[in-house]
T-cell receptor, first 113, second 112 residues
């Protein structure tokens, strides 16, 4: 049973560019959340998608947007990249209505130069 | 969501029991306590979750006193592979889909 799959694993972009990261949730999970983790910090919540709609959002600017598809997979888009956007981007999936924990992917390492 | 405080780092040796305490003075009545483990360049992994008293699984135990203002993650007989960052989270039951709020965690270093 595949867990959460994220692509690509690594990415290098130039300031001002746009990037799209992808996530396939664990089988049976219908909710996808995105997190940003800077070096030495804990993951910071970006937003959560359920039934193809953004349900919750953390303190991130509108440059960060997302989408969830009918098959529950999700994309994270970041526009006008800044050097400070360099981080590990984590996707977590969960089954709505279940108690125990989220399943995280291994993340996408984004470097902005 | 209740704020948590945990030690920045801890050191241990293989075979020892490690206890990591988390303080959450403002925990709400419906809040659960959840611990995650994270290795470098990987996503966090769920370890254990509890509401009160003691919870045990094949990986760890979680002790929660009656006032629920703190909790202790206990790792029995640690090995080198337990070297990781451990996060204590307090919030609503994930059944409600509440976003996870992470602090900086505790970096556990296990030596031989």
């Amino acid at each position: 049973d595949a867990g959460v799959t994220q692509s690509p694993t690594h990415l290098i972009k130039t300031r001002g560019q746009q990037v799209t990261l992808r996530c396939s949730p664990k089988s049976g999970h219908d909710t996808v959340s995105w997190y940003q983790q800077a070096l030495g910090q804990g993951p910071q919540f970006i937003f959560q998608y359920y039934e193809e709609e953004e349900r919750q959002r953390g303190n991130f600017p509108d440059r960060f947007s997302g989408h969830q598809f009918p098959n529950y997979s999700s994309e994270l888009n970041v526009n006008a990249l800044l050097l400070g956007d360099s981080a590990l981007y984590l996707c977590a999936s969960s089954p709505r209505g279940r108690v125990y924990g989220y399943t995280f992917g291994s993340g996408t390492r984004l470097t902005v130069v | 969501l209740a704020k948590t405080t945990q030690p920045i780092s801890m050191d241990s040796y293989e075979g020892q029991e490690v206890n990591i305490t988390c303080s959450h003075n403002n925990i709400a009545t419906n809040d659960y306590i959840t611990w995650y483990q994270q290795f470098p360049s990987q996503g966090p992994r769920f370890i254990i979750q509890g509401y009160k008293t003691k919870v045990t699984n094949e990986v760890a135990s979680l002790f929660i006193p009656a006032d629920r203002k703190s909790s202790t993650l206990s790792l029995p007989r640690v090995s080198l592979s337990d070297t990781a960052v451990y996060y204590c989270l307090v919030g609503d039951d994930p059944q409600a889909g509440t976003a996870l709020i992470f602090g900086k965690g505790t970096t556990l270093s296990v030596s031989s």
